[in-house]
């Protein structure tokens, strides 16, 4: 629009200014007088000084701010930083992506401090030599520097430090001078390398190492677990680069963590770091689930059974025992999903066969537990638990603690895929949790997150109505739909956002976030998406959906029996592979939003897992670009995040902070020894005095203060200057550290 009037402008201006053949001497001359006054007009409008602007550095942007109060005027309006930013790094689809930033400090942050701000998370990790790095050994002198050979298992992340499961694969091969005729080679185990004729032919070691934080003399303590001898196929090392996951599983609990060394014959330990506890084995083996949360750990079997115990009976019990009496456990039992007999051709042949299946599962850190699942019926539907209330028991002889058990029932419309639940107080605000907080673990009431097959997601809440309740059972109660929403996607999983803080939450609206797939051709493409819940006075329950690729169920040819209101959204989908799965997202506000992915690598022969961390613009979902190398191990806290094996470092674990965004704010600039000054009002008649620091030959120099220099006749600029304040020439901005704009409205 701006451009259509400027050329309006510009043509009716050149008509103006034609001179006909014909004209005196006398004509030009007037004529050329006109010609000037409309060409004053048109350099003067505001379309005219957006286009100028908008292809102009912002650092010179903010000095024509000087030129006259014209152009003060119009670069106080925050529309025309909006045009400057939307020319430079894209459009804002909706104003709550702002996170309550000007577009004009947005664009002077992007101008000067984002690419010196991120300078230490990206070239540093390329510089062996760099003392601002926090390195962790893996194993010491043991680490084995020609190729990588470690994948991670599991990582958490606590109040001590980072906490990484790994496991080593190296192939085995015939040896007639070697111990048992069989000896092991410190290669990764590959379809070129691998004897598959041999039985076993890999050996796998499992690792457990601590990270502390605010420690840098580590002095590569780890824990070795676990060493299996095993057999690969082919198929195992090409169709899946996690097949290793399939063998073991461990899952941490703080200072505990569980290991499953065959999950096929349901065997468990329970470890402290760096020593072994002792056995948690389960009653009907395979094992499927292990979880752990605050104070429990999880180990769970088909059809929907699980034994449960808490870390106060594991401590107590196991410094005597090796084994967990059945008396220091219970059992959780999903009670509409039966194992039945059937007979199968003969009399004598009978087969158990499972009616109902579990589908989806989840441990609350704050000592709730969910499970997804398919009843007798084969209806979907969600089974929730309450455990807080028997957190500190040590023994489960007696079932009097099951009245203590509150139990949450609800129907789902399609196959549960992932959970999440959000803590609130009584004023509905979020609460994240610590371990040590156990009142406030109390307090707070679940807001339960469920996705679907078919792009729905589902929140629930608690109700009052108690379906069923004895003195010696667990209460039941109901579970009230509040939100029902359908995003038009597939796959779509609910974002881990146990590790945030509460600065990670988008203060401006109650956000969703979801990893999905979106159909794009014949691809199907990953993606993460946010959407922001609206605030309603309605009871019951509300329905939205997001219009990706043109989705409305409204427009349906069955239309749903209530009216769907569309969702504020977008989704970050630049640079992440199709082939990719992502493993974490988190808000860095108020500037970026952060995604890990894992990929595997191009070459079939040596499939191994890659992890890379994506940046991306908050306000427009726009790639940043900045250099960060992939890496086998590649995980985000909320200060930093951790990388392992990059090129500079082999076997290394690096830790990397974040750019401090919250020092660039305004309470810095408020106690700063330079405060800022009141701004005297500007007289009409131009009788301020101003410093302007001149030298010889125009080049301005600094002068000594209280030099005063009297009105110019015949001149405008001290009319309507804005320059009403002392005013230093000689600063000159080409240096990014040594600018520092003086608004106080500034990010």
Not at 26 to 34: K, L
Not at 119 to 148: C, M
Not at 701 to 715: E, F, N
């Amino acid at each position: 629009m701006a451009e259509e009037n400027l050329s309006q402008q510009l043509t009716e201006h050149l008509q103006l200014s034609e001179p006909s053949s014909t004209s005196t001497s006398t004509r030009g001359i007037s004529e050329y007088v006109v010609t000037t006054k409309e060409c004053h007009k048109v350099l003067v409008t505001r379309e005219l000084l957006l286009f100028i602007f908008c292809a102009m550095p912002v650092r010179l942007v903010l000095k024509m701010r000087l030129v006259c109060r014209l152009w003060e005027t119009i670069l106080q309006d925050d529309h025309t930083w909006k045009q400057i930013y939307e020319s430079k790094f894209g459009k804002v689809d909706h104003p709550l992506f702002l996170e309550d930033q000007t577009y004009k400090s947005i664009c002077i942050f992007k101008e000067y401090h984002e690419a010196r701000l991120w300078s230490n998370s990206s070239i540093t990790t390329l510089n062996e030599s760099s003392q601002s790095l926090t390195r962790y050994k893996l194993f010491g002198d043991y680490a084995l520097s020609n190729q990588y050979m470690y994948d991670i298992l599991a990582i958490d992340v606590n109040e001590c430090g980072i906490a990484v499961a790994l496991v080593s694969q190296k192939r085995l091969v015939l040896d007639e001078e070697a111990i048992g005729g069989i000896r092991v080679v410190d290669e990764r185990p590959t379809i070129s390398n691998v004897d598959f004729t041999l039985v076993p032919n890999v050996e796998i070691k499992v690792y457990v190492k601590m990270i502390p934080f605010g420690n840098n003399n580590d002095k590569f303590d780890y824990y070795s677990c676990d060493i299996q001898r095993v057999t690969v196929s082919q198929n195992d090392l090409t169709r899946d680069a996690n097949w290793v996951k399939n063998i073991v599983r461990i899952q941490f609990a703080h200072d505990l963590f569980m290991y499953s060394s065959d999950i096929s014959l349901g065997t468990c330990k329970i470890f402290s770091l760096y020593k072994s506890l002792g056995n948690f084995n389960v009653r009907n083996p395979p094992l499927k689930e292990l979880a752990t949360s605050f104070n429990f750990l999880v180990a769970g079997t088909e059809p929907g059974n699980f034994q449960l115990s808490t870390r106060a009976s594991v401590y107590k019990h196991m410094a005597t025992s090796l084994d967990l009496d059945e008396r220091y456990k219970f059992d959780v039992i999903i009670p509409d999903v039966e194992v039945i007999s059937q007979r199968i051709y003969t009399p004598t042949l009978i087969q158990e066969v499972i009616k109902g299946k579990v589908t989806a599962f989840h441990m609350e850190q704050n000592d709730f537990m969910i499970v997804g699942y398919f009843n007798n019926e084969e209806e979907a539907t969600l089974r929730a638990w309450d455990l807080r209330k028997i957190r500190h028991l040590e023994s489960f002889e007696s079932q009097e603690f099951r009245k203590d058990i509150v139990q949450y029932v609800a129907k789902l419309p399609a196959k549960a895929q992932s959970f999440s639940v959000r803590w609130k107080n009584s004023s509905g605000e979020i609460q994240t949790l610590s371990i040590t907080e156990q009142e406030k673990q109390l307090q707070v009431s679940p807001e339960i997150i469920v996705t679907c097959s078919g792009g729905h997601v589902l929140i629930f809440v608690p109700d009052t109505t108690i379906l069923k309740s004895d003195n010696d059972k667990e209460t039941i109660q109901k579970l009230n739909m509040i939100w029902e929403v359908r995003t038009g996607l597939t796959s779509c999983r609910l974002i881990d956002t146990r590790y945030w803080l509460q600065c990670n939450y988008p203060s401006n609206g109650n956000w969703i976030f979801i990893s999905a797939k979106q159909t794009k051709g014949d691809m199907k493409v990953p993606v993460v998406v946010q959407f922001c819940l609206t605030e309603t006075s309605n009871t019951g329950s509300c329905y939205g959906y997001l219009e990706i690729d043109e989705y409305n169920p409204n427009k349906e040819e069955i239309k749903p029996p209530n009216p769907y209101i569309r969702l504020v959204h977008r989704t970050f989908t630049q640079k992440i592979p199709h082939s990719a799965t992502i493993i974490q997202a988190m808000p860095y506000l108020p500037h970026y939003f952060l995604i890990v992915y894992q990929r595997r690598e191009p070459d079939v022969i040596r499939p191994r897992p890659r992890f890379n961390l994506i940046v991306y613009d908050y306000h427009n979902t726009n790639h940043v670009n900045i250099n960060i190398q992939s890496s086998p191990l590649c995980f985000m806290v909320p200060s930093g995040y951790i990388m392992m094996a990059t090129d500079g470092f082999k076997d290394d674990i690096v830790y990397i902070p974040f750019p401090n965004l919250k020092s660039r704010g305004r309470l810095s600039r408020v106690n700063s020894t330079n405060p800022k000054q009141n701004r005297p009002k500007l007289q009409p008649d131009g009788a301020n005095r101003i410093k302007v620091n001149r030298g010889p030959g125009g080049k301005r120099i600094k002068q000594p203060k209280g030099t005063k220099i009297d009105k110019r006749k015949h001149s405008s600029k001290i009319q309507y200057s804005v320059r009403n304040y002392d005013i230093d020439y000689d600063v000159d901005y080409d240096d990014e550290e040594d600018y520092d704009y003086d608004d106080f409205d500034e990010f």
